[in-house]
């Protein structure tokens, strides 16, 4: 595609609740990057894919949180059980390789009741 | 670990005057990457201006340019002309290439900047 493209684009949930949020990357981008940013905050590295394995998950907050790329392209993140502190924008990012330029998609806003 | 450092949570300017953003980070690296990046209210991250550390010039990108200083470990952005356009939350951002293997290519963001440009 043409740039990096999320869904949904906003997502309400009730806590407790499982949540999947989707990434597609720019065509042909080996890597991919899931960040989490909370309301006025900067942003928090959560992820890092090259190709379909994942070589840093240092950022995953807890074992509710996984992601999964299959294919080396559609990345998936997963909230399991969400609570009320998983509110945030969670934004996707690919580069060409590691050492390219990152560009972003637009994030999906979770909000969680 | 790297961190970045952006000490001012909101700026102003006026339209058409200059405006510089700070930005300090702390990495023991000799080669590494550093970068703005402005999120307007669309949430969408847009590169604005990239600088290589083994660079010593200093990048510029239209009315876009930085104030790289290595040694004090400092990357100001100067925005001339400002326009309205620019209003935005700015976000300083460090890379390092050669981290390997898990780390490699990640970028460490500071808290962000928010500037307002008045008419």
């Known amino acids: 595609g043409a740039g990096v493209s999320q869904s949904p684009s906003n997502k309400v949930t009730e806590k407790g609740k499982d949540v999947e949020l989707r990434c597609d990357p720019i065509?042909?981008?080996?890597?991919l990057y899931w960040y989490r940013q909370s309301l006025g905050q900067g942003l928090e590295f959560l992820i890092y894919?090259?190709?379909?394995?994942?070589?840093?998950k240092s950022g995953l907050p807890s074992d509710r949180f996984s992601a999964e790329r299959t294919g080396g392209s559609v990345s998936t993140l997963t909230i399991q059980r969400t609570q009320q502190e998983d509110s945030a924008v969670y934004l996707c990012?690919?580069?060409?390789?590691?050492?390219?330029?990152?560009?972003f998609g637009e994030g999906s806003w979770l909000t969680v009741v | 670990a790297q961190t970045v450092t952006q000490s001012q949570p909101e700026m102003s300017v006026q339209e058409a005057e200059t405006v510089t953003l700070s930005c300090t980070y702390d990495?023991?690296?000799?080669?590494?990457?550093l970068f703005w990046y402005k999120q307007p209210p669309s949430r969408q991250m847009i590169l604005v201006i990239r600088?290589?550390?083994?660079?010593?010039q200093n990048a510029t990108e239209n009315r876009f340019s930085v104030n790289f200083q290595k040694a004090a470990k400092s990357f100001s952005l100067k925005i001339s002309d400002s326009q309205l356009g620019d209003a935005a939350m700015y976000f300083c951002?460090?890379?390092?290439?050669?981290?390997?293997?898990?780390?490699?290519?990640?970028?460490?963001f500071g808290q962000g900047t928010i500037l307002t440009v008045h008419p």
């Open positions: 990012a690919s580069s060409l390789n590691p050492g390219n330029t990152i560009y």
């Open positions: 065509s042909g981008h080996t890597a």
């Open positions: 894919f090259q190709g379909n394995s994942a070589p840093d």
């Open positions: 990495t023991s690296e000799s080669d590494y990457y």
């Open positions: 600088q290589e550390a083994y660079k010593q």
């Open positions: 951002a460090y890379r390092n290439p050669n981290a390997g293997g898990t780390s490699y290519g990640k970028l460490t």
